[in-house]
């Protein structure tokens, strides 16, 4: 069972472009979650989403971010306008759901974007 | 959220026990413990993660206290592949971010 997929793996953008960042998730899984690590720092979430659904967007700055989890496909972090602070890596896990609400989050091994 | 306190940094011979501590005394009842741990700038890989019992799994065991309030990772034989930041997460059932702390940076010494 192939792991999390994220691509690129790295991805560098000059200020004002778009970055578009993919994951896969794990087959069989339908909670996918979005995180950032920015330079010496910890990581961070982002955002949570199930298929067609953003469940939790409580750590997406509000401009120039937008995460989607289609119907069919891998889920998309956008990034528009970007900018040198939005420089990280960018780390997307994925989870099966579980009844008793009780269940592991996979990561992916992560984006490095650079802005230039 | 329950906060979680962890020493910044242990240190731990090869071939012996790592035994890596998690203060979680504001701990609620549904809420579960997870360790994860990051090496070099990898993606967080998962290790285990438990409610009220003891777990056990192939890379760890996690050890719970009975008031809930603390718990200890153990990596039984630690490896020089065990060097990585560890994090003790505490997340409710009902909510599916993990909030990372600065965890505990483990040195594998051969």
């Known amino acids: 069972n192939a792991g999390v997929m994220q691509n690129p793996r790295h991805l560098v953008r000059r200020r004002g472009q778009e970055a578009r960042l993919r994951c896969s998730p794990m087959k069989g899984h339908s909670h996918v979650y979005w995180y950032r690590q920015l330079p010496e720092e910890g990581l961070k979430f982002m955002v949570y989403?199930?298929?067609?659904?953003?469940?939790?967007e409580s750590g997406m700055p509000k401009e120039r971010f937008s995460a989607e989890f289609p119907k069919e496909g891998p889920s998309i972090l956008r990034i528009q306008q970007v900018v040198r602070g939005d420089s990280a890596a960018y780390f997307c896990?994925?989870?099966?759901?579980?009844?008793?609400?009780?269940?592991?989050?996979?990561f992916g091994p992560g984006t490095r974007l650079t802005v230039t | 959220d329950a906060k979680t306190t962890q020493p910044t940094s242990m240190d731990c011979a090869e071939g012996r026990a790592a035994n890596l501590p998690c203060n979680h005394s504001?701990?609620?009842?549904?809420?579960?413990v997870y360790w994860y741990r990051q090496i070099h700038s990898q993606g967080p890989q998962y290790i285990i993660h438990?409610?009220?019992n003891n777990e056990t799994n192939e890379m760890a065991s996690l050890i719970i206290t009975e008031d809930r309030k603390s718990s200890t990772l153990i990596l039984p034989h630690a490896t020089l592949r065990d060097t990585a930041v560890y994090y003790c997460?505490?997340?409710?059932?009902?909510?599916?971010?993990?909030?990372f702390g600065q965890g505990t940076t483990l040195q594998v010494k051969p």
């Open positions: 896990a994925s989870s099966p759901p579980r009844g008793d609400g009780s269940y592991e989050q996979y």
């Open positions: 997460i505490v997340r409710p059932s009902n909510t599916g971010k993990l909030i």
């Open positions: 438990g409610l009220k």
């Open positions: 504001t701990i609620s009842g549904n809420e579960y």
């Open positions: 989403l199930q298929k067609e659904n953003i469940i939790d």
